[in-house]
């Protein structure tokens, strides 16, 4: 049987008194594009800092594609590839060129470089825009440019933090269309997001997390079914007694 | 280390130096300004003017026998271009025309000069046989460049008179009351600050890093960087190498300006070379000032007031600031590593001691012992508390 990419197990983190994840397990397969839904505070981000190495649990164990992120987080960071919620770069560079840094990080050979740049910039709409600088540059186009910015090394395993927030709606598809090729090139991805209908169209399976608990977890039609509602939004308010947006 | 992560580091820190307009300032357009007013203030534009000062001399030493030592060395104090000298009568009006400003120093010959000169003149080599005397000098303490000129222009005096030679290479039967180890002569207000102007630009850098990293911080940048691959290793490397690079820039520009403005230090090349290895160590110091500021600061605004703390006394006690320190804050710069900076241009650029000189070699020591030091304690300090 093959080993899931991604594994917690009874992860519990706590900051100065708050639980921000309480007593947490999940596995998400290799290949699987998995969607964490939940409201603000709920504790998705802190699963991905954790899942990355930037956080260290209270207790629990973090596996990505086998490896101990407490005690390898290294070689988890060759492998991973992380979009954070706020767009992320350095207004002084253009677009181009933040691209261009992360991609020298992550050791993309130079070779292939240029290529792989130019073919993001092309896919994201940016090539015209791409030598601007960032700071002159839209919230939706800096958006694109964080997507970019996490994808650029090719990684196995790709964790996206509410990639689309704040985008328009056209942007929001291209992402989304984005999205979908990595899945289908084989990547592992984790999304988090607000927006149901994005989790319900793009996800194979989704998680809904509330309090740092996970309150539910299978497939959208799976969770639909079970509680007999008409979308993921229903199913959220039918688990928790509120929408979603309202914690937004 | 991976030089593909550090290069690119690199270029991205010496890219936000070319296009953000503050650190573009502190970095390069700072040093310029500062290199020019202090020219154009003293000394170092407008004819290349000379200080002058005037020096009051009491001649306590009996006429007749042996009279010929003392009219020897107040030839040789008239002959020194920047002494202009003004002979009393009694040490209490020299004491008063002192007080009021109206000469910059006093020299008082005393009764056995003369003595003193023959006999070491007859045993020069046997200490034991020679009649110990001590010139007296007051120097006016209101004037910096008075403190730090006057003496080693009497000592030069002295030397010349009881060996023959322009630097006293050996002891002699007599001293002078303050000496300085200043072999300085005809020197500008200008030159004796430019060797604290090298260091006083390079010190800056506390408040760039600090500003930057804060920045980062506060954007998620370093967050973001720290997800990929990069070790702190690579990261501490890049910050090194940029900074570096920045205080090369920094001081040669400054020295350019200096050189247009009719700065000629003493020495080499070699020289030269040293002064910016000095600059190039002491850059790394200001660094680990700047991380222990980022890890003490909430902000970038912050970090520019907590910066304060280490550029201050950095900068009051250990470059031109500082030339005219009270004998209490001179043994306090002794803990700023500034002082050492400059103190070893200074024996560079102005004393023309050579680069094997043991003093220089001490400063450069302790520049360098106290640049790692200090980088080491920024950079556990940022690791453990400051990344968050």
């Given at each position: 049987m093959e080993m899931p990419e991604i594994v917690v197990e009874n992860l519990t983190k706590r900051f100065e008194g708050v639980t921000a994840l309480d007593s947490l397990s999940l596995e998400i397969k290799k290949g699987e594009l998995f969607g964490l839904l939940g409201p603000n505070g709920a504790g998705k981000t802190t699963l991905i800092n954790l899942l990355c190495g930037l956080v260290e649990p209270t207790s629990g164990s973090?596996?990505?594609?086998?490896?101990?992120v407490r005690r390898e987080a290294a070689k988890v960071k060759e492998l991973i590839g992380v979009c954070p919620q706020d767009a992320t770069a350095y207004s002084f560079l253009s677009g181009r060129e933040n691209v261009e840094l992360f991609a020298n990080l992550?050791?993309?050979?130079?070779?292939?470089?240029?290529?792989?740049?130019?073919?993001?910039?092309?896919?994201?709409?940016l090539t015209e825009d791409a030598d601007r600088r960032l700071g002159r540059y839209s919230g939706g186009m800096k958006r694109r440019i964080n997507l970019i910015i996490a994808l650029v090394h090719d990684p196995e395993i790709a964790f996206l933090d509410e990639p689309t927030v704040a985008m328009d709606p056209q942007s929001r598809r291209a992402v989304w269309g984005f999205i979908k090729d990595l899945e289908r090139n084989g990547k592992t991805i984790m999304l988090t997001t607000h927006y149901m209908e994005e989790a319900q169209e793009l996800c194979d399976r989704v998680g809904i997390i509330d309090h740092g608990k996970l309150i539910a977890l299978g497939t959208p039609a799976q969770l639909i079914d079970k509680f007999q509602a008409k979308n993921l939004e229903?199913?959220?308010?039918?688990?928790?007694?509120?929408?979603?947006?309202?914690?937004? | 280390m991976n030089f593909q992560r550090v290069s690119a580091l690199v270029k991205k820190d010496l890219k936000r130096l070319v296009r953000e307009p503050s650190a573009l300032f502190m970095i390069i357009l700072f040093p310029i300004m500062l290199t020019l007013v202090f020219g154009l203030a003293f000394g170092g534009i407008g004819g290349n003017q000379t200080v002058t000062y005037q020096v009051g001399l009491v001649n306590n030493s009996p006429l007749g026998q042996s009279s010929n030592w003392t009219q020897r060395f107040i030839g040789n104090l008239a002959s020194v271009e920047i002494l202009k000298i003004q002979p009393y009568s009694d040490n209490a009006t020299a004491q008063d025309d002192l007080i009021q400003g109206k000469i910059s120093a006093v020299i008082i010959i005393p009764q056995d000069f003369s003595r003193s000169c023959d006999s070491f003149e007859s045993a020069p080599t046997d200490p034991n046989l020679w009649t110990n005397t001590t010139l007296q000098v007051y120097v006016d303490s209101g004037s910096m460049f008075a403190t730090q000129a006057i003496t080693p222009l009497i000592q030069q005096a002295l030397a010349t008179t009881i060996t023959g030679q322009q630097v006293k290479s050996t002891s002699t039967s007599i001293q002078i009351s303050s000496p300085s180890l200043v072999q300085a002569s005809?020197?500008?207000?200008?030159?004796?600050?430019?060797?604290?102007?090298?260091?006083?630009?390079?010190?800056?850098?506390?408040?760039?890093?600090?500003?930057?990293?804060?920045?980062?911080?506060?954007?998620?940048?370093?967050?973001?960087?720290?997800i990929t691959p990069t070790t702190a290793t690579e990261f501490m490397s890049s910050q090194a190498i940029s900074n570096m690079i920045e205080a090369l820039i920094q001081a040669s520009v400054v020295f350019a300006m200096a050189f247009a403005i009719g700065y000629r230090p003493k020495g080499d090349i070699s020289t030269l070379a040293l002064a910016f290895v000095l600059v190039l160590v002491f850059s790394l110091c200001n660094v680990g000032f700047g991380l222990i500021t980022a890890t003490l600061a909430k902000s970038p605004g912050a970090a520019t007031g907590i910066a304060f703390l280490f550029i201050m006394p950095q900068m009051f006690l250990g470059t031109f600031v500082g030339a005219s320190l009270s004998q209490s804050a001179q043994s306090i710069s002794r803990f700023v590593p500034s002082y050492y900076v400059t103190?070893?241009?200074?024996?560079?650029?102005?004393?023309?001691?050579?680069?094997?000189?043991?003093?220089v070699l001490v400063d450069l020591a302790v520049t360098v012992v106290c640049s790692?030091?200090?980088?080491?304690?920024?950079?556990?300090?940022?690791?453990?508390?400051g990344k968050a």
């Amino acid at each position: 049987m093959e080993m899931p990419e991604i594994v917690v197990e009874n992860l519990t983190k706590r900051f100065e008194g708050v639980t921000a994840l309480d007593s947490l397990s999940l596995e998400i397969k290799k290949g699987e594009l998995f969607g964490l839904l939940g409201p603000n505070g709920a504790g998705k981000t802190t699963l991905i800092n954790l899942l990355c190495g930037l956080v260290e649990p209270t207790s629990g164990s973090v596996y990505v594609a086998g490896h101990d992120v407490r005690r390898e987080a290294a070689k988890v960071k060759e492998l991973i590839g992380v979009c954070p919620q706020d767009a992320t770069a350095y207004s002084f560079l253009s677009g181009r060129e933040n691209v261009e840094l992360f991609a020298n990080l992550e050791s993309v050979p130079k070779a292939k470089l240029k290529e792989s740049i130019d073919e993001l910039l092309e896919r994201m709409s940016l090539t015209e825009d791409a030598d601007r600088r960032l700071g002159r540059y839209s919230g939706g186009m800096k958006r694109r440019i964080n997507l970019i910015i996490a994808l650029v090394h090719d990684p196995e395993i790709a964790f996206l933090d509410e990639p689309t927030v704040a985008m328009d709606p056209q942007s929001r598809r291209a992402v989304w269309g984005f999205i979908k090729d990595l899945e289908r090139n084989g990547k592992t991805i984790m999304l988090t997001t607000h927006y149901m209908e994005e989790a319900q169209e793009l996800c194979d399976r989704v998680g809904i997390i509330d309090h740092g608990k996970l309150i539910a977890l299978g497939t959208p039609a799976q969770l639909i079914d079970k509680f007999q509602a008409k979308n993921l939004e229903d199913v959220f308010i039918e688990l928790t007694g509120r929408k979603i947006r309202e914690e937004i | 280390m991976n030089f593909q992560r550090v290069s690119a580091l690199v270029k991205k820190d010496l890219k936000r130096l070319v296009r953000e307009p503050s650190a573009l300032f502190m970095i390069i357009l700072f040093p310029i300004m500062l290199t020019l007013v202090f020219g154009l203030a003293f000394g170092g534009i407008g004819g290349n003017q000379t200080v002058t000062y005037q020096v009051g001399l009491v001649n306590n030493s009996p006429l007749g026998q042996s009279s010929n030592w003392t009219q020897r060395f107040i030839g040789n104090l008239a002959s020194v271009e920047i002494l202009k000298i003004q002979p009393y009568s009694d040490n209490a009006t020299a004491q008063d025309d002192l007080i009021q400003g109206k000469i910059s120093a006093v020299i008082i010959i005393p009764q056995d000069f003369s003595r003193s000169c023959d006999s070491f003149e007859s045993a020069p080599t046997d200490p034991n046989l020679w009649t110990n005397t001590t010139l007296q000098v007051y120097v006016d303490s209101g004037s910096m460049f008075a403190t730090q000129a006057i003496t080693p222009l009497i000592q030069q005096a002295l030397a010349t008179t009881i060996t023959g030679q322009q630097v006293k290479s050996t002891s002699t039967s007599i001293q002078i009351s303050s000496p300085s180890l200043v072999q300085a002569s005809n020197t500008t207000a200008f030159e004796f600050m430019m060797p604290g102007i090298f260091a006083f630009a390079s010190i800056f850098l506390t408040m760039i890093v600090a500003q930057s990293f804060t920045l980062d911080r506060d954007c998620g940048l370093l967050k973001r960087i720290n997800i990929t691959p990069t070790t702190a290793t690579e990261f501490m490397s890049s910050q090194a190498i940029s900074n570096m690079i920045e205080a090369l820039i920094q001081a040669s520009v400054v020295f350019a300006m200096a050189f247009a403005i009719g700065y000629r230090p003493k020495g080499d090349i070699s020289t030269l070379a040293l002064a910016f290895v000095l600059v190039l160590v002491f850059s790394l110091c200001n660094v680990g000032f700047g991380l222990i500021t980022a890890t003490l600061a909430k902000s970038p605004g912050a970090a520019t007031g907590i910066a304060f703390l280490f550029i201050m006394p950095q900068m009051f006690l250990g470059t031109f600031v500082g030339a005219s320190l009270s004998q209490s804050a001179q043994s306090i710069s002794r803990f700023v590593p500034s002082y050492y900076v400059t103190d070893a241009l200074t024996s560079l650029f102005l004393r023309g001691a050579p680069i094997t000189s043991p003093s220089v070699l001490v400063d450069l020591a302790v520049t360098v012992v106290c640049s790692a030091a200090v980088l080491m304690i920024g950079v556990v300090l940022f690791k453990k508390y400051g990344k968050a």
